[in-house]
Structures are given as C-alpha cells and as structure tokens.
C-alpha cells in the first residue's frame, strides 16, 4: 500500500518543483502519494530539496541473485504454506509495527491477497518453538520471480528464521527454472546485508520521495 499512487521518474533532468507539480495534478484528491525516480543520480540531486518540501526520502536497492552465497538453512524452520496460514503470521508481525491497527492490517492483508492471486505467490513461513514467527512471499511470471514481504516477530528475531524462510522461497524459484531471481531492500537498513550472504548482489539503487497521508507520524501535528 505504501507504493501505490506513484508516479515514476525515468528523466535525469527533472527538478523538484516540475515533480511535485506532476503529483499534485496525477493525484489532486489523494494526501498519499509518492515518486519513484529511477536514475539514481537525478534522485541524489533531487533529495535535499525533496527534504525542504517535507517530504519523506528513502534509497532502495534492487538486489540479483547471483552464483556466490551461502544459502544453507536448516530445512526444519521454514516450509511452503498455503495462503491461510501466511496470512495468519503476516497480521502479527504487521500488528508490531508503527502503522499496526487493526483496519490498517485488514487493508494490507487484503492487498497482499490480491497482489498474490495476480502474481502467482507461493508463500513460506518459518517457525520457532512451534511458533510460526517469520515469513516470505515468492511472486513469480513464470520467467522472473521475486522474494517479497519478508518479516520475523520480534520476540523469534535473531534465530535464522528470516534466512530459512528466504532460503526456502530462493531454492524454489530455482528448482522452478527462473531465469532472475530478485529482491528489493531498504539501502540504509541491515536486512540488505542478510540478503548479500544468500547471494543477491546490488544492480540498482531509485530513490524513493514520498508525502504520506494522515496516517504516518511524519504528518501529525
């Protein structure tokens, strides 16, 4: 949900007001709404000024999968699940977070439902004690696969979970013959480094401005 309303960024040359004018006309009636700027130079250049203007700014990093990495887990911790049991995880781990009431995690469960029906997920869920705590979405056009939706309760953190369950989702998109294996993470957060070991190595780095609505802090008096 947090990227929906996004207008993405393919020039180089683009200045912040000519962006934000562009929002304001695609999305007038919308508080939420965001850029994707993909040439990481333009989005350098964009940021302080995006910053002046209040809005949020993030730099992702699209992570390949490549030859090198060590993705051994012990097979025990994480298994294939049907959408139920996922869906059961994912509302607690989403319940921890900042943005975790309840009709909020209604909304994000039910957008990931669609988003699964429409791109083929499997999904994988990792567990701990006989807790399922972790777990990871693969989404798939039969050629290109994508390891999304990955998260670990607090309390079952540091436990490998979130590597099984990755692990897991990984050698499924090989053993199914994908041609490119993808995943895409916060470039000034550790789990790209988790995602590094596994063997997903960095072909791309957008940049991210977002003007979040009423529902994030950042937009509260």
């Known amino acids: 949900m947090w990227v929906l309303n996004e207008l993405t960024v393919a020039a180089?040359?683009?200045?912040?007001?000519?962006l934000?004018?562009?929002?304001?006309e695609l999305y007038p009636h919308l508080p939420h709404r965001r850029a994707f700027v993909e040439t990481p130079a333009a989005g350098e250049r964009l940021a302080p000024a995006?910053?002046?203007?209040?809005?949020l700014v993030e730099r992702d990093v699209f992570m390949a999968l490549g030859d090198r990495g060590d993705r051994r887990a012990d097979p025990g911790p994480a298994r294939e699940v049907d959408e139920a049991t996922?869906?059961?995880?994912?509302?607690?781990?989403i319940a921890e977070e900042p943005h975790g009431a309840p009709?909020?995690?209604?909304?994000?469960?039910?957008?990931?439902?669609?988003?699964?029906?429409?791109?083929g997920a499997r999904y994988f869920?990792?567990?701990?004690?006989?807790?399922?705590?972790?777990?990871?979405?693969?989404?798939s056009d039969g050629?290109?696969?994508?390891?999304?939706?990955?998260?670990?309760?607090?309390?079952?953190?540091?436990?490998?979970?979130?590597?099984?369950?990755?692990?897991?989702?990984?050698?499924?998109?090989l053993d199914a013959g994908h041609?490119?294996?993808?995943?895409?993470?916060?470039?000034?957060?550790?789990?790209?480094?988790?995602?590094?070991r596994l063997g997903f190595e960095a072909v791309g780095r957008p940049w991210c401005f977002t003007r979040p609505g009423p529902e994030h802090p950042a937009h509260r008096p």
């Open 125 to 139: 869920v990792g567990a701990a004690d006989g807790v399922d705590a972790a777990h990871a979405t693969l989404y």
């Open 86 to 93: 996922i869906r059961s995880v994912e509302a607690q781990t």
């Open 12 to 18: 180089a040359d683009v200045d912040a007001d000519t």
């Open 50 to 55: 995006m910053r002046e203007r209040g809005w």
């Open 20 to 24: 934000v004018d562009a929002l304001d």
């Open 179 to 196: 041609e490119l294996v993808f995943i895409v993470a916060d470039d000034e957060d550790w789990p790209k480094d988790l995602y590094e």
């Open 143 to 173: 050629a290109v696969a994508q390891v999304e939706d990955v998260g670990t309760l607090r309390a079952f953190r540091r436990r490998g979970l979130a590597r099984a369950v990755c692990t897991t989702a990984v050698e499924a998109a």
């Open 103 to 119: 009709d909020i995690i209604g909304q994000l469960l039910d957008a990931r439902s669609r988003f699964g029906a429409a791109g």
